[in-house]
T-cell receptor, first 116, second 114 residues
């Protein structure tokens, strides 16, 4: 079974632009979560989607948004990019339909975003 | 609010030596606890998780962790380090409140010396 895939793997943008990142979960997984990883702030939760609904959101500005499609694929969008948005963005998918903090999350390889 | 503290941003051990990576959590309710490993330019891989079934949890690659409520700790150990264990390790916590958001520690980079 294929793992979580994220595209693109690397991205370079300039300040003020917007960017869309894509995540395809493991087949059958309905929950997708997004995390931001930076050297300064570490790993931080962005948001979680389940059945096309945002179920939880981390402490990020409104420039960060996401959505989930009926096939569970998810995208996140960052508008008006800032230098501080440079990070590794990780997507994770979970199988269980019952919402549980104990569910194992399977992570993708991430998208490395560089903002110049 | 829940949080995770990992003591030691860098740990260096010799090949064959005991690996001990420390994690303390702060949570107002019994948490779910996880250890993840990240190799360079890769995502996170789950090593093991605690979900209250047993306090001693065995994971992949010979790693295990013990949940100690009295010490609010969930330290990761491996009896004998291997060169391939060199990576960054993250402890994480989540609550069973219907949400899957993980709160991560700052990570510990493990070096294994030959």
């Amino acid at each position: 079974k294929a793992g979580v895939t994220q595209t693109p793997r690397y991205l370079i943008k300039t300040r003020g632009q917007q960017v869309t990142l894509s995540c395809s979960p493991i087949s059958g997984h309905r929950s997708v979560s997004w995390y931001q990883q930076t050297p300064g702030q570490g790993l931080q939760f962005l948001f979680e989607y389940f059945s096309e609904t945002q179920r939880n959101k981390g402490n990020f500005p409104g420039r960060f948004s996401g959505r989930q499609f009926s096939n569970s694929r998810s995208e996140m969008n960052v508008s008006t990019l800032e230098l501080g948005d440079s990070a590794l963005y990780l997507c994770a998918s979970s199988l269980n339909t019952r919402a549980s903090g104990g569910d194992e999350q399977f992570f993708g390889p991430g998208t490395r975003l560089t903002v110049l | 609010a829940q949080s995770v503290t990992q003591l030691g941003s860098h740990v260096s051990v010799s090949e064959g030596a005991l690996v001990l990576l420390r994690c303390n959590y702060s949570s107002s309710v019994p948490p779910y606890l996880f250890w993840y490993v990240q190799y360079p330019n890769q995502g996170l891989q789950l090593l093991l998780k605690y979900t209250s079934a047993a306090t001693l949890v065995k994971g992949i690659n010979g790693f295990e962790a013990e949940f100690k409520k009295s010490e609010t700790s969930f330290h990761l150990t491996k009896p004998s380090a291997h060169m391939s264990d060199a990576a960054e390790y993250f402890c994480a916590v989540s609550k069973d409140t219907g949400r899957r958001a993980l709160t991560f520690g700052s990570g510990t980079r493990l070096q294994v010396q030959p």
